[in-house]
């Protein structure tokens, strides 16, 4: 039993702030249940993206609905608010937030008062004043931005095969990766392999015709997997005949021409930008400590290191790895980690409600693996190294086990199979993007500049 009733908030609704509350509800059931305690979730979307299997969801193995866990369903006995917190003054122990009914009410932002605080928004991508990134460019952290990515692949093939222009028949086929990372990597493999397949049903576009070139700052890819893994993925994609162009820069894709850093230009209507994530910004609307990468200051038990009542974990989160051999190492912003960090972190909450001594988070970097799309991967785990289909046959076992949820397991495990058992989808549905484009000329009226000018090239 808590000693006192308490308003938990969770701030954030990826992997810490659904497992956190997950776990909590579970761990306070009766204590939620006579109103001794109250979790309240505050998220931008209703539900948690499992980030690992966007790259297939891109390539059109997996059904989008499928790569997201709705938060409601698992999170019954929490109050699940879909807005955002732009501020957090924790010494009034107070929560600016925003909601989908903010602009519309006219009353201005609400204070969400509170007496745990989780922060848990993750992180966003890292940009840099690239001409011509921002209008142009395409991230890949959401599902809407990988099945928008896929669509846009497929039309522009279908671009490819219909003009009679070399130069834009060219910049259509031709696209352009930056970052050498698990999400470069492993969208630029699935979508390569996807379009490969879908080139058999154009009569004038061949695999040979497309041009993928994966641009990374560095010396090597995959730093996850070990330099030997790294190496071997490079020359694997290279035999693929896609262009891997280590220790070069974008420098520019204004006019869409993708100008690299070692003086190679490609016209191209696709640029995937995928090169790291930042904080997110509302850590620096707090008044809690920051170290100088701009994340918070924690402790081994997930506390905030010097505050009291405030918990953290994940991207947004600097916590010490008490395995670490040099002193002063952090924990890797990774789902690894932050899966097992939500679990320790609602222990501790449980724990310091209970008046009872906290724990200690301790985990041992294990390794990774990654798809370089179907039959193919990398992976260096226990220190071992596996590649090919044992390494793509182990991606997608693991993350089928991580998945949340035994809905979402059943369903990706039958996708999977019925994907063995027929052959590959190559439909656009660009069109989900805009739908009231087609309404609006048959009431004659214009379509929006939104749909006339997709910044991500579609027609």
Not at 299 to 306: F, K
Request: glycine share 8%.
């Amino acid at each position: 039993m808590v000693k006192e009733r308490a308003r938990i908030l969770v701030v954030g609704g990826g992997y810490v702030g659904m497992y956190t509350a997950l776990r909590l509800q579970r761990k306070l059931q009766q204590d939620l249940g006579r109103g001794e305690a109250e979790i309240t979730v505050v998220t931008p979307d209703p539900y948690m993206t499992y980030q690992p299997f966007l790259p297939e969801a891109a390539a059109g193995s997996i059904s989008p609905r499928h790569v997201v866990v709705p938060l409601r369903r698992v999170l019954p006995h929490c109050r699940v608010v879909v807005g955002e917190v732009t501020a957090v003054d924790h010494a009034k122990r107070t929560a600016t937030l925003t909601t989908l009914a903010t602009d519309e009410e006219g009353t201005g932002p609400q204070q969400l008062a509170y007496d745990e605080l989780v922060l848990a928004p993750g992180s966003v991508s890292r940009t840099l004043p690239i001409p011509g990134l921002a209008d142009h460019a395409i991230g890949f952290k959401t599902v809407e931005e990988a099945i928008g990515l896929r669509n846009h692949v497929i039309e522009q093939m279908d671009i490819a095969s219909s003009t009679r222009d070399p130069a834009i028949r060219d910049a259509a086929l031709t696209f352009v990766f930056v970052g050498g990372g698990y999400a470069g990597v492993e969208a630029l493999g699935e979508l390569e392999d996807m379009a490969r397949y879908t080139t058999r049903y154009y009569h004038n576009v061949k695999p040979e015709d497309m041009k993928w070139i994966l641009v990374e700052a560095s010396d090597r890819i995959l730093p996850e997997v070990g330099a030997d893994m790294g190496r071997y993925t490079v020359s694997e994609l290279r035999r693929r005949n896609i262009d891997v162009r280590l220790n070069t820069r974008l420098d520019s894709c204004a006019d869409r021409i993708a100008v690299l850093s070692d003086g190679a230009r490609f016209p191209t209507r696709t640029v995937v930008w995928t090169a790291g994530v930042k904080p997110h910004p509302l850590l620096a609307a707090t008044d809690l400590p920051l170290n100088e990468r701009g994340r918070l200051k924690c402790t081994p038990e997930l506390t905030v290191d010097g505050v009291t009542h405030a918990w953290a974990a994940g991207d947004a989160a600097a916590v010490p790895d008490v395995t670490a051999d040099v002193p002063g190492t952090e924990t890797a912003p990774n789902a690894q980690h932050a899966v097992r960090q939500a679990k320790v972190l609602a222990d501790n909450i449980t724990r310091s409600l209970r008046g009872e001594p906290l724990q200690t988070y301790s985990h041992k970097y294990v390794g990774s693996v990654a798809s370089l799309g179907l039959h193919k991967g990398v992976a260096f785990v226990y220190g071992r190294k596996l590649k090919g289909y044992p390494a793509w046959f182990m991606h997608r076992a693991y993350h089928l086990s991580r998945v949340p949820t035994f809905n979402r397991k059943a369903r990706v495990l039958a996708e999977w199979i019925l994907s063995g058992l027929f052959k590959r989808e190559i439909v656009s549905l660009g069109s989900l993007e805009h739908p009231r484009a087609e309404f609006e000329l048959a009431a004659g009226g214009k379509p929006s500049e939104e749909s006339s000018d997709d910044p991500k090239g579609s027609s």
